[in-house]
């Protein structure tokens, strides 16, 4: 079983991907809702809106879509959490995503990481960035 978090954007499902695509890598596919089967479904000003996209990053998945016209993206009660290996790496992920958002918790040493940081970035989405002390 893999989990895999989902996230609904209100329209720019789009943008935000193409920008976590630079801030994390990764391969991006995206498909719209201008597929005929489901095209004639919806208001044309939407056709080109986000059915399906999905940012796979080495063995991990984030997927989204822009909801369907009318539906919020209201974003809520979660945040999307990555955990590098490096504390280089996790500050570098950090100053790329806070990129037009806001920092709840600004990136730092901790009892339990060499690096952790929470922001949200400017889609709306709340992300923590974390880099687990090392044992060795």
């Known amino acids: 079983m893999r989990l895999n978090a989902y996230l609904i954007f209100d329209g720019d499902c789009r943008q935000a991907f193409e920008f976590y695509r630079q801030c994390l890598g990764g391969e991006l596919t ?4 201008s597929h005929p089967d489901v095209a004639s479904h919806m208001p044309e000003h939407w056709r080109e809106k986000v059915m399906h996209a999905r940012l796979t990053v080495g063995d991990a998945v984030l997927m989204a879509s822009d909801g369907r016209p009318g539906e919020t993206g209201k974003k809520y009660g979660f945040s999307v959490s990555v955990q590098v290996n490096k504390a280089d790496e996790a500050e570098k992920l950090f100053a790329a995503l806070q990129e037009g958002g806001t920092v709840t918790m600004p990136i730092t040493e901790t009892f339990w990481a060499d690096r952790f940081g929470m922001l ?3 889609f709306g989405v709340p992300w923590m960035i ?3 002390r090392s044992t060795a």
């Open 130 to 132: 974390n880099c687990e």
């Open 30 to 33: 995206v498909m719209d809702y």
């Open 120 to 122: 949200v970035d400017k």
